[in-house]
């Protein structure tokens, strides 16, 4: 038995897998990580994995970065954690305000917890609270942009509208309505992008004046749908739901869990639309892939409906670990290295260099809706290959890691999201392996 295989084996018998149908892994074996450096992870036997997904959308300057490592190092010797009720601390009241700092528009408040889906559950609630607390008890609904991907717990769930996650709990949620998606990838043969987005737009401006005293909030991805598939769509999207929401008093929460911290360019997706939501719900690369962390950034307007001296009116939800000092100090790192550096013009470089490198791979017959954003390239595949696209799947990530990729289409779709660190050697190897599978689809 390989130290892999011994791995492997006492995993799947001890640990539950998430998004995973555990009877697969007795055709398709885990792969037991021992260590990560840079773009590439590495096993017990001696191979290297390119982590082409940020190991989930959540890692962007490589594993174990030298000043994130320290930083935590730093803070582990001071303080790991302290219950943020009552207390506060350094690097939660830092992070608080230089976050504040560089969201777009004057979200000067934040509220925190662990993970993504939290985040969207916390906006849901303040957002409804806020509504009742200001005489609007009624805005009781939600609504969602079609194919949306919010988190799997059972409040962001029902804003979530993927069915293989969703329809197994349907008996359990309070299923919101959707609006139609943006997706450029829908646009009828001859419309544009921006005109099909702005076609989306229109049905939404169509629900809100139906529907718009019992909405309490539109929650969106700017600018990328991710577990749609990289869907991607025209800025204009976002700027007519920001002027809808105004007009019909439904706030704007922008779900930049996954865009965040120049994923798709600029530090938030918002910005591509020069838009300020009314909650922006933070995680993902928040720490840089190193520990669990969420915010929420709100305004005035909507914190100050809660400040009052009766305590039912405040804002009570709470999480064991809201706040912790070891996650906000990994942040803070992550906010240093995007300060002494220009992030975003170096990602610019790289990216011109791994477009350059995938025209092959852009142009081959099987190969359909290439396209990127910031750090994120995806295109659909022409299946070839036996069975359907839950097969497609795994065949291609199977066919991945035999080439030292790390790779996890969705359906027929494969996406590149690497860490920001990617190097040209790395690159070469992405776009060149990433062909071969294609070309044997
Ligand atoms: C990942 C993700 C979530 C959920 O975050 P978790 O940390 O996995 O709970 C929500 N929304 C978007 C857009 C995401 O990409």
Redesign the pocket.
Known sequence: MTRNEHWLSRSRKAVWHPCTQMKQHEATPLVPISRGSGSWLYDFDGHRYLDAVSSW?VNLFGHAHPAINAAIVDQLAKLEHVMLAGFTHQPVVELSERLSAIAPGGLGHCFYAS???SA?EIALKMSFHSWRNKGHAGKTNFVSVAHG????TAGALSVTDIPLFRDAYGPLLRRQATVPSPDARLAPEGVSPREHALAAANALDAYLAANYETTAALIV?PMVQ??AGMAMHDPAYLTRARELCTRYGVHLIA?E??TGFGRTGRMFASEHSAVAPDMLCL??GITGGYLPL?VVLTHDDIYEAFYDDDLARGFLHSHSYTGNALACRAALAVLDLFRDNDVLEANRVSAAKLDELARPLAAHPKVENFRRLGMIWAFEVLIGHDGGRDDFARWFAAEALTRELLLRPIGRTVYWMPPYCLAEDEMEILASRTLEIVACA
């Open positions: 959308w993970d993504g889906a969207v991907y919010h988190g799997e991805e991710g577990a779900d869990i996954m995680s993902k969420s």
